[in-house]
């Protein structure tokens, strides 16, 4: 059996642009794509904190240094810029994986600036899983 887990999520980020134009993904500055150990092209759900729409889409390589976080295409019409999102990125274990699982939570200041990063584990304990 395999179960899916949080990976890494960008807590509480803003929304810098919404561009309806362009072919579709969320562009997010390499910094914070770093912090959350998240690659171009790879699938994450985007939350918005400001309006509840929920949705997922694909990473792609934003403006390093800017905090930017651009919502594109048809998923630009769920958002506005300044909007609180948070971006989550998601795993699938097998049940021998658990244990030693640790999801990174990165969180970021107003202007989507990295203020730490937390590595927390499945369980609090060294409890095994049953």
Do not use: W
């Not at 134009?21 to 910094?31: L, T």
């Not at 171009?40 to 759900?45: L, Q, R, S, W």
Request: proline share 2%; net charge negative.
């Amino acid at each position: 059996m395999q179960r899916n887990f949080l990976r890494s999520k960008i807590h509480r980020a803003r929304l810098t642009e919404a561009d309806l134009h362009y072919e579709g993904s969320i562009a997010i500055d390499p910094v914070l794509m770093e912090a959350a150990e998240l690659l171009a092209f790879e699938k994450v759900e985007i939350y918005n904190i400001n309006n509840g729409h929920r949705l997922e889409t694909y990473v792609i390589t934003g403006e390093r240094g800017t905090g930017q976080i651009c919502l594109n295409g048809a998923a630009a019409r769920l958002a506005q810029p300044g909007d609180m999102v948070i971006i989550c990125c998601y795993a699938t274990l097998a049940e021998h994986e658990i244990e030693q699982h640790r999801a990174t939570v990165v969180f970021v200041d107003e202007g989507n600036r990295v203020t730490a990063v937390s590595s927390r584990p499945v369980f609090a304990s060294s409890s095994s899983v049953h």
